[in-house]
């Protein structure tokens, strides 16, 4: 793993946490150019950054990483090792480099009063990240240690197709459900089509309708009566355009992801918060029992006090004696009697 240093900025506290943003996007969707641009901007801004590529089969990042998967796994060795196709070599190469990811954490602590955002950039094989247990560990870890929010990238102009438009929005939306995260729609490649037209479908049912009057296919009414589905979506969801590549609508997104932090702070820290306890007391609860279960099955019967008097032994004896004449037949037991009436006789004659 890389590290590269970067000045604090003035004035920040001791406990200042970072924004985290997770950049997920479909391939092709221009999100290592989107990385580029926000890393660009931030530290225009004056607002140190903290960079972790997460792609492992990406050739050249255009922008320095302060942490990069590449340095820990080799995405090809993994393929030829395990005999694997594409998309399983990037689904193993980020399984074994979360198996490290308490180092990455522990890098991302010691600098964290210093910094203002934490960029990750995941794989462009979209459900690699969003599906895996590997990108659950990541993004529930993150989200459990510092304020998260979660930017999903879309391709303007594949979007303008209303059944594409739909695809992409359902797929966002089970991301969000997935993660439980903050959310901010991010529409990319405004420099070649306004994201304008996808506002109007999000926010006026009629318009999306109108758009559909030519499609008259099983299709065009399965995205008709989606649209609907997703109206509750539409309403808690920020949504911002920008061209990853002249750099236009920067300050927005910005800003929707400074309002997608406060929101963090107010709804889902508190659940997280919730969420955490709830869990270790169950743990706690299940250690307890495992404990009591443990000492149950140690447990012995305290032993009876040996007596060094001879006559109490003597009665000690008798009373084994008693208790093993119950399990013998006849003639055992009238051999017992005589012999425990033979020990009494003795020990008269004896205290005489």
């Known amino acids: ?25 479909m391939a092709g969707s221009g999100k290592t150019t989107f ?71 522990n890098l991302i602590d010691k600098r964290a009063p210093t910094l203002d955002y934490v960029l990750l950039d995941t794989p462009g094989q979209i459900e690699i990240f969003t599906w895996s247990a590997s990108g659950a560990i990541i993004t529930d870890t993150l989200a459990a240690t510092y304020p998260t929010v979660v930017a999903y990238i879309i391709d303007t102009p594949r979007s303008t197709s209303p059944a594409t ?24 490649k405004t420099d070649v089509v306004s994201h304008e037209f996808a506002v109007e479908w999000m926010t006026d049912f009629e318009a999306f309708q109108a758009a559909l009057e ?26 911002a355009g920008v061209s990853a590549v002249t750099g236009a609508g920067m300050d927005e997104l910005f800003t929707a992801f400074d309002e997608a932090r406060k929101e963090y702070e107010t709804e889902y820290r508190p659940e997280i918060e919730r969420i955490l306890r709830e869990k270790q007391e169950r743990q ?12 149950h099955d140690l447990s012995l019967e305290k032993g009876r006090e040996v007596n060094l008097d001879p006559k109490v032994d003597e009665s000690h004896a008798e009373d084994e004696d008693e208790e093993g004449i119950a399990g013998d037949d006849a003639d055992a037991t009238r051999d017992r009697m005589e012999d425990i009436s033979f020990k009494r006789l003795v020990g008269n004659h004896a205290g005489g």
């Open 1 to 25: 793993m890389s590290l590269q240093d970067s000045s604090p900025s003035a004035g920040q506290a001791e406990g200042h946490q970072p924004t985290v943003i997770i950049c997920i996007g």
């Open 35 to 105: 990385m580029q641009r926000i890393n660009s901007h931030i530290h225009t801004l004056k607002k140190p950054g903290y960079v972790v590529n997460l792609d492992p089969a990406v050739g050249q990042l255009p922008f320095g990483a302060n942490i990069d998967i590449r340095d820990t796994v080799n995405y090809k060795e993994v393929m030829k090792q395990y005999n694997l196709g594409p998309n399983g070599g990037i689904l193993t190469a980020l399984n074994l480099f979360t198996t490290k990811f308490d180092q990455v954490l």
């Open 165 to 188: 438009f739909m695809s992409n929005m359902l797929y966002a939306c089970s991301i969000l459900y997935k993660t439980k995260l903050p959310f901010v729609l991010v529409f990319n």
């Open 214 to 239: 030519e499609d008259t296919s099983y299709m065009g009414g399965l995205v008709s009566s989606m649209c609907l589905v997703l109206e509750e979506f539409y309403k808690g969801i920020r949504v």
């Open 284 to 295: 706690q609860k299940q250690r307890d029992e495992n404990l009591d279960k443990l000492m």
